[in-house]
């Protein structure tokens, strides 16, 4: 038997004992929150909201059902999206500080959009489209680069790529702003880049939702699987795993929920590197609770976020801003916070 | 006479360039229930013999049987619940609980989509248990020293239930005393019937632990056999090219060199 004592000091490596119920909390409070920012917002003002506005206001139950209902519910599909996406890429490159929009993913779907805007045509199929081929072409471009580039480790090479890939896809969406019509191509591609939800509608939402769907249950559904992949190759290989094949299928399931987001929002930042990190720290690294954790919080954050963005001002401020804002500020606190679920 | 467990036919591997053939007609045979200690100088193949093994690393040239039957025949969960690797060290990017982690272990006995189950719980508690970790199940990995985590690791392998056990320099950064808490645990897993291959740069560990021996040099086996024929003064200064004795002493053997 052992020589050391066994009644060492459990050192807490999350801050739940209980994931599961804390998932279907957190699951619960989504729901909720969406069903009460139906009801935030400027018409008709949370004062003058009575029990019959409902059943008697008419523009009030177009306003809820055309408007906020699919605005609602894409913010949480976007924030679960670019979570889930952020965690799969954090996990892949066994690197915390990557997310989506660092591996010239979101840049890419931003100049995608952005091409079909001013070339082709500005239906929503034709920019998904193109938004989502070229968010591939994005994370190609930078894996590609990451191996060849000759200095230092494979996950500061893909960092400097991804970087690289993103700047060139970002100035090519420069000198797509400079072609295009000022009057009709130009506000739409600002809305793009600023990313932001107004007048999504329910097509829209609809034109995601199943894309979203299966990316999101493949995800879900590979979580355990998730941990293997963020081990070395070898290791993963001789544990039974198939590094390759299982970490092709993750990475195109997160590229193409994040290219479907990202074209019907634009690019939204912050949440696929925030998030992630915000749920180990209450779930713990397994990615059985850290992912689908990731998921709800994603979507709790987003929607707030969007909230914010759609009733702080008269105007509508652009739902980027605030994650981005948001997002960074929780980043630096939880970086520097003295690892509050590693204290022994 | 029983046919080996594991038969290396006429290997050749080189890691692609031109002239760096790591193995060279490599052959080799290791029996059921035997702890056989692979010992050679730098870059004499023997991480790449584990890699190969496992079939991480195809040969150029060659078959691997593995109970009788070709490698590439195996499924890749029925591979690794036959075999299981300890690699020397392991990079582990994120904080897991030292539990989370010995269950990696049970990924050959679940599919892509399944989670584990209470009983792949109990199969890792018992792996720790094993190893004599038994209470470090909540603690973080990455918080242990580097003996707990050389023992973690054997666990997670011993979570995969294997019936061949490599180990690649599996007491490379260890102390004196947690040398010999793995050589003991390799030694009593033998008696449960597990077969053990090891690779090592430390002579003596291999002749406090090995029944066989194999001895490389430039990727091709200089001698191999019982322990006792092979670890002689005159084998050992040919695979590492300096003049290397041994010595019995207490009725231990003690390898000098200069």
Not at chain 1, 49 to 74: E, M, Q, Y
Request: proline share 4%; glycine share 8%; with cysteine.
């Amino acid at each position: 038997m052992s020589q050391l004592e066994t009644n060492v000091d459990k050192s807490g490596f999350r801050l739940t004992n209980y994931p599961e119920r804390l998932l279907l909390c957190l699951g619960i409070v989504l729901v909720l929150l969406i069903a009460f920012s139906l009801f935030v917002g400027r018409y008709p003002g949370l004062s003058n909201l009575t029990l019959g506005t409902f059943s008697n206001d008419d523009l009030f139950k177009r306003l809820v059902i055309n408007l906020r209902l699919p605005r609602l519910l894409t913010a949480a599909l976007l924030g679960m999206c670019l979570a889930a996406a952020g965690e799969v890429f954090q996990m892949i490159f066994a690197n915390p500080l990557v997310e989506p929009g660092f591996l010239g993913v979101s840049q890419g779907a931003a100049f995608g959009a952005a091409l079909c805007i001013i070339f082709l045509s500005s239906t929503a199929l034709m920019v998904q489209t193109s938004a989502a081929i070229f968010a591939f072409l994005g994370l190609l471009f930078s894996y590609l680069f990451a191996h060849r580039i000759r200095y230092g480790g494979w996950v500061l090479r893909l960092v400097l790529a991804g970087i690289a890939v993103s700047a060139l896809f970002s100035s090519a969406v420069g000198i797509l702003k400079y072609l295009a019509d000022p009057l009709r191509q130009l506000p739409e591609i600002t809305y793009w880049l600023l990313g932001g939800l107004w007048g999504i509608t329910w097509s829209q939402f609809l034109s995601i939702l199943p894309v979203v769907t299966i990316g999101l249950v493949i995800l879900f559904s590979m979580r355990w699987r998730l941990n293997l992949l963020s081990l070395e190759d070898q290791t993963s290989f001789s544990l039974g795993a198939s590094p390759s094949l299982e970490r092709s299928i993750m990475l195109i399931g997160s590229v193409a929920i994040t290219a479907a987001v990202v074209s019907v929002g634009g690019i939204v930042g912050w949440v696929g590197l925030l998030v992630p990190h915000l749920a180990r720290r209450i779930f713990g690294s397994d990615t059985r609770y850290a992912l689908p954790g990731s998921m709800l919080l994603g979507g709790v954050f987003t929607v707030l976020c969007d909230d914010l963005a759609r009733t702080l001002l008269a105007g509508e401020i652009p739902l980027g801003i605030f994650t981005s804002l948001l997002g960074a500020l929780g980043f630096i606190i939880i970086m520097s916070s003295k690892r509050l679920s590693f204290q022994k | 006479m029983n046919s080996p467990l594991l038969d290396l036919q006429e290997i050749t591997f080189s890691y692609g360039y031109k002239n760096n053939i790591v193995l060279d007609s490599f052959s080799m045979e290791i029996e059921s229930g035997t702890i056989t200690a692979v010992l050679g100088p730098n870059g004499a193949g023997k991480t790449t013999l584990l890699h190969l093994l496992l079939g991480w690393l195809k040969p150029g040239v060659g078959n691997i049987l593995l109970d009788n039957h070709a490698l590439q025949s195996y499924t890749r969960r029925e591979l690794s619940q036959w075999m299981a690797l300890v690699p020397q060290s392991e990079n582990i990017p994120y904080e897991y609980s030292v539990l989370e982690f010995v269950l990696f272990g049970r990924t050959p006995y679940l599919n892509p989509l399944e989670m584990p189950s209470e009983k792949d719980f109990s199969e890792a508690s018992k792996a720790l248990n094993m190893v004599g970790l038994a209470g470090f199940q909540d603690r973080l990995i990455t918080r242990l020293s580097g003996g707990e985590r050389q023992l973690i690791l054997i666990a997670r392998a011993l979570t995969q239930k294997p019936r061949i056990l490599l180990l690649d320099e599996p007491t490379a950064h260890l102390d004196l005393g947690n040398k010999n808490r793995v050589i003991n645990l390799l030694k009593q897993l033998n008696q449960h019937g597990v077969t053990i291959l090891l690779t090592t740069h430390e002579p003596d560990i291999a002749s406090n632990i090995a029944t066989h021996l194999i001895l490389l040099n430039r990727g091709q086996v200089l001698q191999a056999g019982l322990f006792e024929k092979v670890f002689t003064s005159e084998n050992l200064s040919s695979a590492y090219e300096i003049d290397v004795r041994v010595f019995s002493l207490d009725g231990h053997r003690v390898v000098l060199w200069n």
